[in-house]
C-alpha cells in the first residue's frame, strides 16, 4: 500500500526557507519521532501505520542523502535538517514548498 509519498524535488531550498524564517513567531511544522527503548509498548496492528512507517523512512532516507550526505547516524544536527524538510514539505499545510 503506497500512500503516495513523492520526495520534493529541491530539499536544499527548502531547508534554506525554513533557516530564514521568524520561526518563533509563525510557528513550526514538526514531525515528532518516538523509539521505545524498554520494549513495553505493544506492536502496531494499524495497517496505516504500518503503510506509512516504510515510506516516511524512506523520504528520512532520501533526503538525508541530499542534505547531509555522509552524516553518522548520530549527527543530530543532519537528522534535525532532514525532519525540518519532511515536516514543511510534507506536512506543513501553508506551505508553498
Do not use: N, W
Amino acid at each position: 500500500m503506497s500512500l503516495g509519498y513523492v520526495p520534493h524535488p529541491d530539499p536544499e531550498t527548502v531547508l534554506a526557507d525554513c533557516e530564514q524564517r521568524a520561526l518563533e513567531r509563525e510557528g513550526i511544522p514538526m514531525v515528532l519521532a518516538l523509539e521505545d527503548l524498554t520494549g513495553g509498548l505493544p506492536p502496531v496492528r494499524d495497517a496505516s501505520a504500518l503503510a506509512e512507517g516504510p515510506e516516511l523512512a524512506r523520504l528520512l532516507g532520501h533526503y538525508g542523502e541530499r542534505l547531509r550526505p555522509g552524516a553518522a547516524d548520530d549527527d543530530l544536527k543532519a537528522l534535525a535538517s532532514v525532519l525540518t524538510v519532511l515536516a514543511r514539505a510534507h506536512f506543513d499545510e501553508g506551505s508553498k514548498a
